[in-house]
Every structure is written in structure tokens, then in C-alpha cells.
């Protein structure tokens, strides 16, 4: 007699689910970790391009001989949320909008570039003004990590927490 097998028996199907499903159960933590980091990568750039434009408006000639543009950089020495430089619509906060080609910095806009936030409707970015040369100026954000656990066991609204090596948040310090 002359069989006519043309198909898989039910026990070689089984095999080959029980195979991928292994496979998958060891690939899938590390893709998820792989997708944390490169999130926090990109937050991480987009803070810094927002800390560039920050430091280079304020250093602008023009911005420079604008007396209100000075008061506002002025009182940077304590936090200041980044949308609190709107106040005055003084050249400084215009040259960080064109250097960032944004209408304004209001919370709901940098809220969208920032993908690895644990708590994204409430991420606030703060700069402070620290002294120095190579950084002038600290900046973080709130409501998220730099190690991707989404571990925020600081208080966000001192820059002095970020050379804390438990729970940082994403920062230019």
C-alpha cells in the first residue's frame, strides 16, 4: 500500500508552537528593553537640542543688549519651568523658538517629543542656572528615568538629585 502523506502529523505542529513560543518568551524581554533605551535615547536628545537652544539664545548678541531678556536670564539662578520663559515674550524667548522652530513652549508642546515620560500628561522640564563654563545651565525632566525603569525616586524639582546615580531623571547637568 502506497500512503499519500502530504501534511504535518498533529505532534510535529506541537513541537513547532512549543519551539516558537521558547523563542519568543526569551527574545520579548530584551526587544521591550531594547525599546525602553532607544525611547530614552531620543528623550535624551530632545532635551538636549531644548538645553542648546537654551544656552545659545542666551548668549545671542541680541538678547544681550535686551534689558528684559536679561532680567529672565537673570533669575534663572533659582528653577524655573521652561514655559515660564514666555513671560515678557522677551528676544530671548523668541530666538529659543526659532532656534527650535516652535510657536511656544508651553507644556503640551515639548510633551509630545518626550516618549519614555512614565506619567507623560504631567512631565515638566526645569532649567536652572548652575554656573560653570562647559554646562552653564541644568535642565530635566520630570516624570522620567534615564535608566528606562521608570524610576523616579528624587525630587524632581532640585537639580542637585541628578548626581544621584539611583532613579535620575532624563537631564543635561
Same mark, same amino acid.
Not at 67 to 86: G, R, V
Not at 93 to 120: A, C, G, V, W
Given at each position: ?26 527574545? /520579548?524581554?530584551?526587544?521591550? !528593553? #531594547? ?7 531620543? @528623550? +535624551?536628545?530632545? %532635551? ?37 520663559? /514666555?513671560?515678557?515674550?522677551? !528676544? #530671548? ?7 527650535? @522652530? +516652535?510657536?511656544? %513652549? ?68
Amino acid at each position: 500500500m502506497k500512503k499519500n502523506n502530504k501534511g504535518f502529523s498533529l505532534v510535529e505542529l506541537i513541537i513547532v508552537i512549543a519551539i516558537m513560543a521558547i523563542l519568543v518568551g526569551i527574545i /520579548a524581554p530584551q526587544l521591550l !528593553k #531594547y525599546i525602553e533605551k532607544s525611547k530614552v535615547s531620543t @528623550d +535624551l536628545r530632545s %532635551l538636549d537640542a531644548i538645553y542648546q537652544a537654551v544656552v545659545y539664545a542666551a548668549n545671542d548678541p541680541n538678547v544681550l543688549l535686551d534689558q528684559p531678556s536679561q532680567d529672565l536670564i537673570n533669575s534663572l539662578s533659582t528653577k524655573t519651568k521652561l514655559e515660564d520663559l /514666555a513671560v515678557g515674550n522677551t !528676544k #530671548y524667548y523668541q530666538e529659543i523658538l526659532d532656534l527650535l @522652530d +516652535l510657536q511656544d %513652549l508651553n507644556q503640551s508642546t515639548y510633551e509630545k517629543f518626550f516618549t519614555s515620560s512614565h506619567d507623560p500628561n504631567n512631565l515638566t522640564i526645569y532649567v536652572q542656572y548652575k554656573g560653570g563654563v562647559m554646562n552653564p545651565m541644568a535642565m530635566w525632566a520630570t516624570t522620567t528615568d534615564v535608566t528606562g525603569n521608570r524610576n523616579t525616586n528624587y525630587d524632581p524639582l532640585d537639580w542637585t538629585h541628578l548626581e544621584d546615580p539611583n532613579g535620575r531623571c532624563i537631564a543635561i547637568k
